[in-house]
């Protein structure tokens, strides 16, 4: 086929259901966020055990001195963490620290909920930039 005949590929249509599952999946993060990133006192160092209801699918315990593994446990943390859990497992400066790599790692809804949310972290990911 020449390239004068070739068609664009449809863009999805974000109308009705899909546009409600959407907005649904986005509100459950917001409903999870802090009122401030102040209200961070998570572990800057050790070994953190997550409860089950977080870490349901993989590793459970985490060694903040493990690059790694922290950038590990602040993503398991944000996509699967409760309100009360945000507080209890993330720690401000760390998150501040890792957010210019860490918001590669999230995805997409709860990349944007966070930086919607909190305008600190996206200028911090246009200071490393």
Same mark, same amino acid.
């Given at each position: 086929?020449?390239?004068?005949?070739?068609?664009a590929?449809?863009?999805?249509?974000?109308?009705?259901?899909?546009?409600?599952?959407?907005?649904?999946?986005?509100?459950?993060f =917001?409903l999870?966020l802090?009122e401030?990133?102040?209200?961070?006192?998570?572990p800057?160092q050790?070994?953190?055990?997550?409860?089950?209801?977080?870490?349901?699918?993989g590793?459970t315990?985490?060694?903040?001195g493990?690059?790694?593994?922290r950038?590990?446990?602040? =993503?398991?943390?944000?996509?699967?963490g409760l309100r009360?859990?945000?507080?209890?497992y993330l720690?401000?400066?760390?998150?501040?620290?890792?957010?210019?790599?860490l =918001?590669?790692l999230?995805?997409r809804?709860?990349?944007?909920v966070w930086?919607?949310a909190f305008?600190?972290l996206?200028? =911090?990911t246009?200071?490393?930039?």
């Amino acid at each position: 086929m020449s390239s004068s005949t070739q068609h664009a590929a449809p863009t999805p249509d974000l109308a009705g259901p899909v546009a409600e599952d959407l907005a649904l999946y986005r509100q459950k993060f =917001r409903l999870r966020l802090p009122e401030s990133l102040d209200e961070l006192h998570g572990p800057t160092q050790g070994v953190v055990e997550l409860p089950l209801h977080m870490a349901w699918s993989g590793m459970t315990s985490y060694d903040l001195g493990n690059p790694r593994q922290r950038m590990g446990l602040y =993503r398991t943390v944000l996509h699967e963490g409760l309100r009360d859990d945000l507080p209890r497992y993330l720690n401000q400066d760390l998150l501040l620290q890792l957010w210019p790599v860490l =918001r590669t790692l999230v995805g997409r809804t709860v990349r944007a909920v966070w930086e919607d949310a909190f305008p600190q972290l996206a200028s =911090r990911t246009r200071a490393a930039a």
